[in-house]
């Protein structure tokens, strides 16, 4: 009888909870947003979609289909209106980012990428920001260099074997070794053995589908992320693994620290102090501010984000120059102008200072990443306290809001009806009202106060290596990518990666 009784309570209670629940999503004031049908109550729906590794893709036939706000979760909304970025992203608005974002992050540690507390992420930004600023950045190039030299000897090694190979894989190699030199003062050994070191790439990749999944039920993350790593062992899994590589590569450098020296006649010379050097720099003359913690995360953050994002953009740009032959023989008419005017042999590089003034180099890559962009899942931003105000409609505190870059990126009213056709010349007019709009809207890297802060680092990296391998060589698409029509295979947990940039290269004929 008594146990009747508490199963009557507990099903009257449940009810009760399920009643009150549907009642409070009846009476929102955004019941009148459309969306999915499943996606009003539940979850699964969203959790499903990104399973499925295609969001981006989602997130656009969503508001082709529904219009300009799109629900895709309870309670959570996908923009795509030219207003909605400055209402979401613009500085001093106190919307903080999402829970989604708490399985990025050690469970009850803080991280640069996902802490949501806003006063905590400012003060700790400032701590690393003069560290990454582009004045700090340029310093890098010789770093940048070494690396360049190192990948495009294997690509001729490559192109002597003729046999296809996978160009982004590669490129994060390449990304890789350059963040190890600038964070570390030597290179990570991803170019010199052409292979996964440490495991460090597949645990990153571990690491993305966990937080991308696990994200839209954060309440699980402290149970999920402790029983992952005790059955991974003593190396931890997913981040946990990359944080342990991390430790490793400091107690390296602490065992024989050293400065990287280069003396070229394009940059003078100068010796590059690694930005681990300065980190132990800034715990030294204030280590209650600058503890070993921030050691630890600033070198964990360059490995978490310092390779993938900048393999994905490089690729894009190959990619897109690949399949865009005009645009191909534009940009290197202008690399070799200044390969001849300049007087730089084949085998050197471009100084960054000079890749800036070539602009049909930087409207390149600023197309490129538009039309594809490293990250394709909403930036989700929690509405403030008092609600706001977005695209006329009134979103109550705690609702979850945020704009795909991949949508806003592709927004006709931004950039034009043509906006699925790869035109660096749109990057080129002289309408500057339109220039102006089009900058605004642009955000590979994120908007606000949360755009990623070594954005410079990755911009050095594509800026110098692709004038440099396009002079060297010449590149194919190969396998699936060189029949007519094939478009490259992506996967999109958070970072959407190329799957099979399957290309053939062979050395440029000058």
Sequence with gaps: MRLFSSLALVSCLLGTRLILYVYQLLASPLWSIPGPWPARFTKLWYFWKLRGGHFEAVNKDLHDKYGPIVRYAPNRYSFNDTHASKAIYGLGNHFTKSDWYDASSNPGAWSLFADRDVSRHARNRRLYQNIYSMSSVVAYEGFVFECAELFCQRLTELAQWGLPFNMGYWL???????????????????????????????ALEDNLVYAALIGVYSWLHPYLFAAWNFFAGGTGAGREYVMNFTRGCMTDFQASPKAMAFNREDIGPRTASSILSKFFA????????????HILVGCTSNMVAGSDTTAISLSAIIYYLLNNPTVLRKLRDEIDAVYDADQIDKNQHIGFKRTQEMKYLQATIKEALRMHPATGLPLERVVPEGGATICNHFFPEGSVVGINTWIENRNPSIYGTDVDKFRPERWLTEDTAKLSMMNEHWMPFGAGSRTCIGRH??????????????????????????????????????????????????????
Aim: net charge positive; proline share 3%.
């Design 282 to 293: 800034k715990h030294r003359d204030n280590p209650d501010t600058f503890t070993s913690y």
């Design 172 to 202: 994060q190699c390449y990304a890789f070794d350059v963040i190890g030199c600038i964070t570390y003062s030597k290179r990570l050994g991803f170019l010199d053995k052409g292979e996964d070191v440490g495991q460090v790439i597949s």
């Design 457 to 510: 680092i990755s911009h050095l990296e594509m800026s110098t290596l692709i004038p440099t391998i396009l002079r060297q060589f010449e590149f194919q698409l190969s396998g699936e990518l060189a029949k007519s029509g094939a478009e490259w295979k992506t996967t999109n947990n958070f970072f959407v990666k190329p799957r099979n940039f399957i290309l053939q290269v062979k050395t440029r004929e000058l």
